[in-house]
Structures are given as structure tokens and as C-alpha cells.
Nanobody, 124 residues
Framework: QVQLVESGGGSVQAGASLRLSCAASGRTFSDYAMGWFRQAPGKARDVVAAINWSGDSTYYIHSVKGRFTISRDNALNTLYLQMNSLEPEDTAIYYC?????????????????WGKGTLVTVSS
């Protein structure tokens, strides 16, 4: 089992920045590819960004490329999402996810473990 706990969400104005963190415990963090998903009101939960076990390969959806950066610190068992130039369309609950397959995770599938989410609200 892997337990994932997100933090760092909040309410900000458009153009601001937030940094989300996901603390992992349980099984070996570096065994898993990690990702961030988000779910806006009335919409499905979709992948936003993914990172492989070592951190040398990343994936982003088009709408966040150049604004968001996913990273991980395997020594601290922590996943990050730096979000800059936030837009109202980024408003959602953000979830941390672990997967044994980076390829599947990048397509939004193959999730082994989920966090409970952290809310990000961006006002115009």
C-alpha cells in the first residue's frame, strides 16, 4: 500500500502561483511513476502531468505546458507541482496518483493509488 497526501491548494487570483506537494508513505516511492490529475466541477478527472520513477521523463497536457512543472524528490518521498500563471480554467480539485506504468499514467490510466485531493480555486 502507498498512502498519498496532497497539500498546497488554496484560493488565488489569476496570474498567481501555487506549489502543490504530495507526501508518500508505505511502499517504496521510487518504484512508481507519479502524476497529478484534476477534476473541475461537473467534469471528469483527467491527467495534468506525469513523471517517471527517476524524474528524467515528464508529460504535460497541452493547456499547462510552459506554466506547470512536475518534479519529485525520491529521498523525501515527495511529488511536486509548481503552477505558475494560473488561470480560472485551472480551478479544480487536484489529485496525486501513483502508477506502476508511466506509459499508462501519461494516458490517464493504470492508477494504483490515489490521494484525497487538494482544492485549487483561481479567480479572475
Amino acid at each position: 500500500q502507498v498512502q498519498l497526501v496532497e497539500s498546497g491548494g488554496g484560493s488565488v487570483q489569476a496570474g498567481a502561483s501555487l506549489r502543490l506537494s504530495c507526501a508518500a508513505s508505505g511502499r517504496t516511492f521510487s518504484d512508481y511513476a507519479m502524476g497529478w490529475f484534476r477534476q473541475a466541477p461537473g467534469k471528469a478527472r483527467d491527467v495534468v502531468a506525469a513523471i517517471n520513477w527517476s524524474g528524467d521523463s515528464t508529460y504535460y497536457i497541452h493547456s499547462v505546458k510552459g506554466r506547470f512543472t512536475i518534479s519529485r524528490d525520491n529521498a523525501l518521498n515527495t511529488l511536486y507541482l509548481q503552477m505558475n500563471s494560473l488561470e480560472p480554467e485551472d480551478t479544480a480539485i487536484y489529485y496525486c496518483a501513483a502508477s506502476s506504468s508511466y506509459a499508462s499514467l501519461s494516458k490517464g490510466a493504470g492508477i494504483n493509488y490515489w490521494g484525497k485531493g487538494t482544492l485549487v480555486t483561481v479567480s479572475s
